[in-house]
């Protein structure tokens, strides 16, 4: 690494301060490449209509919906409820159906609503006669005719709490089987980053990455996916083709509504240092003659001890030398 440059990453010589001090840290180090990203929602879809009729009401933008609710209304009734699932809904599900997948998404939906308060129902792949109970008392509570069976479109399997994004259809229009209603998404947050393909060894599935959200928290996030495939940009003009990250983020800032499609940076690990000593970059001098010191401080008398710089990160430098965590350095106010 060059030291001593014009990009700003080392200090010039300057003589020792007085008066503010630090402390000798053992500390892991991150030097990161800040590249644009994109902030929205996992799980991204499209809503369509499940049975004709006439659009009565649609979900808000932003509005969440959560298992067992209507996603949207026909003909001045619930048209499509939510349930949690990984396999789509693809055929009706009524008493006689062949055994498969989706009657143990449903069943296990039905016990999550509470619609089987004596326990007869058996969480399988197997319609029986607990099954058409629990889905007439999920049809009564809706006020629903319980006749014990769900046309294809009555219900949507999605992987959990589902946010409306925008809306592809209005109140009063006609609305057939397959037409667009609007997009949906999960309610967990996530980056894409259209990576420069010659840049595809800066992310890897399971790395760490720091997200600078709009509201200007930085937090932290989790590579979940590299492209395989190099794609062109849109537009006339071309470019450089990239490949899509997407990025999961951690913690609170997971969850949450508002923010779609907001511009983000997104700080990739470019080089590491684990478990090194280091002190704030303002810590560090440069000695007459050549190179660095750090001035400590140790029961009211101060030296210099020269130290050989490493790797510079979020204010800090990795510090090689006769120093010890724990010590005071005098810094630059």
Do not use: C
Not at 170 to 191: D, F, K, M, Y
């Amino acid at each position: 690494m060059m030291l001593g440059g014009d990009d700003g990453s080392a200090p010039a010589a300057a003589a020792p301060a007085v008066g503010a001090t630090a402390t000798v840290e053992r500390r892991d180090l991150v030097e990161r490449d800040e590249l644009d990203g994109t902030l929205g929602y996992a799980d991204e879809g499209v809503l369509t209509a499940g049975a004709a009729g006439t659009i009565t009401r649609l979900r808000a933008p932003s509005a969440v919906v959560r298992r067992g609710e209507p996603l949207y209304w026909l003909d001045d009734g619930p048209a499509a409820f939510l349930l949690y699932g990984r396999l789509p809904a693809w055929r009706d599900l009524a008493p006689g159906i062949d055994d498969g997948e989706d009657v143990r998404q449903l069943e296990r939906n039905l016990r999550a609503l509470g619609h089987d308060p004596d326990g007869d129902l058996t969480v399988d792949d197997e319609w029986d006669w607990a099954t058409t109970a629990a889905v007439r008392r999920f049809q009564d509570a809706r006020g629903l005719s319980e006749d014990g069976s769900l046309a294809q479109g009555e219900v949507v399997f999605r992987r959990g709490a589902t946010r409306i994004g925008d809306a592809k259809a209005a109140v009063g229009q006609a609305a057939a089987p397959g037409r667009e209603l609007g997009t949906v998404s999960g309610t967990r947050r996530r980056v894409i980053v259209d990576l420069d393909a010659t840049r595809q060894s800066l992310a890897r599935a399971g790395d760490r990455v720091t997200v600078d959200l709009p509201t200007g928290r930085t937090v932290n996030g989790r590579i979940a996916s590299v492209g395989k495939i190099a794609e062109q940009p849109p537009g006339e003009d071309g470019g450089d083709p990239t490949i899509e990250v997407k990025i999961e983020l951690r913690g609170k800032a997971a969850r949450g509504a508002g923010l779609d499609q907001a511009p983000v940076d997104v700080g990739f690990a470019v080089e590491r240092r684990n478990d090194v000593l280091a002190v704030p970059v303002k810590a560090l001098l440069a000695r007459q003659g050549g190179g660095f010191g750090v001035e400590v401080v140790e029961g009211g008398a101060r030296r210099i001890v020269p130290v050989q710089p490493g790797l510079y990160a979020d204010g800090y430098v990795e510090v090689d030398g006769s120093l010890r965590a724990g010590q005071t350095v005098v810094t630059a106010r």
